[in-house]
Structure formats: structure tokens, C-alpha cells
């Protein structure tokens, strides 16, 4: 195995997905003031209090789930990458690794504002494009999928059945007839 890696970070990245995360604490520190003084106002209507009391938890359900969730979608996104010819490693707002093999990547996607890298039991990672270097970042990684067999989708779609001319329709202009 070798020990080479190409690396690309970019740290504008981690410090958009940091702020975005603390919005999300924040948001659930405001969402708990406003839970208290919601039920302190409620308990001076006490034929209403019970009904203020499910409306406080179901919503408090709700809000968990969604942070929750937020947070787990800020944790896939790659601040940095590391690619060698064996594997690719990538470090989240926090700073914690995710590593895969490339025999283990199930799928790369290529959408228009990121790459994603799809691997077993729900690992996977994306790659912004705020990356000043990634197109190079990108050749890298779609040529080692190539290497190792991994589908490429574009846009959903299996980059196989894309219709070149589709996408670019200025190119008919320069087809042979």
C-alpha cells in the first residue's frame, strides 16, 4: 500500500459548516426560552394548559428530529479530502475522519454544486464546490472510480446516458452534418 496522499482542503468550508451549526444550536437554546415562557404564560389559562402542554412536546419533537437531522447533514460535508490510490479520507466540521476504501465507494454523484461519495451502512461524504481547486479535485476522483469500477451519476443520472449535446446544445453548431 502506498503512503502518498494528494490533499485538498479548504477552510472557508469548515468555518461556513461551523456557523451553520451554530445557528442550529442556537436556534435550539431559543426554542427552549420560548418553550419556558410558553408555559409559564400557559399555566395562568389552566383550562388550556393541558392542550399547551402536548403542543409544547409534539412540537419539541419535531424540532429535535429536524436539528438532528441538519446536524447530521453538516457532518458529511468535507472540509478536507485526502486522496490516495487506496482510499479517500475527508474531515468534517469537527474534525472527524471519515475513511473509505475505494473497493468499498458504491457511487460517486456529481451535482451542480457538489460531489458526493457513496459508501456501505449510510457512510458517505460530499464535497462542496467553494473548493478553489476542484475541478482537479474532481478529475481525481472520478478518474480513481473509473479505475476501480465505481458507477459515476450526474445529475441522478448514469453519466453513460448523458447526451452530450443535451447539456451543451451550443455544440450542435460545431457537429459534422
Not at 475505494?102 to 454544486?113: G, L, S
Request: hydrophobic content about 50%; overall charge positive; proline content about 5%.
Amino acid at each position: 500500500m502506498s503512503h502518498w496522499f494528494e490533499v485538498f482542503d479548504n477552510e472557508r468550508v469548515q468555518l461556513l459548516t461551523r456557523k451553520q451549526a451554530t445557528r442550529l444550536i442556537r436556534m435550539f437554546i431559543a426554542a427552549f426560552a420560548v418553550t419556558t415562557a410558553g408555559i409559564v404564560m400557559g399555566y395562568n389559562y389552566k383550562p388550556f394548559f393541558p392542550l399547551i402542554i402536548v403542543g409544547v412536546f409534539i412540537t419539541w419533537i419535531f424540532a429535535i428530529w429536524w436539528i438532528m437531522w441538519r446536524l447530521r447533514m453538516l457532518r458529511r460535508v468535507a472540509w478536507c479530502v485526502k486522496i490516495s490510490d487506496r482510499k479517500i479520507e475527508a474531515y468534517d466540521y469537527t474534525r472527524k475522519k471519515i475513511s473509505m476504501d475505494w473497493t468499498k465507494v458504491q457511487r460517486v454523484e456529481i451535482n451542480k454544486d457538489c460531489l458526493n461519495l457513496l459508501g456501505p451502512n449510510f457512510c458517505s461524504f460530499q464535497i462542496p464546490q467553494l473548493f478553489s481547486d476542484f475541478a482537479a479535485l474532481s478529475h481525481r476522483i472520478t478518474s480513481l472510480a473509473e479505475l476501480y469500477e465505481i458507477p459515476i451519476f450526474i445529475d441522478g443520472l448514469p453519466w453513460q446516458s448523458l447526451d452530450v449535446y443535451e447539456l451543451y446544445p451550443f455544440l450542435t453548431e460545431d457537429a459534422p452534418q
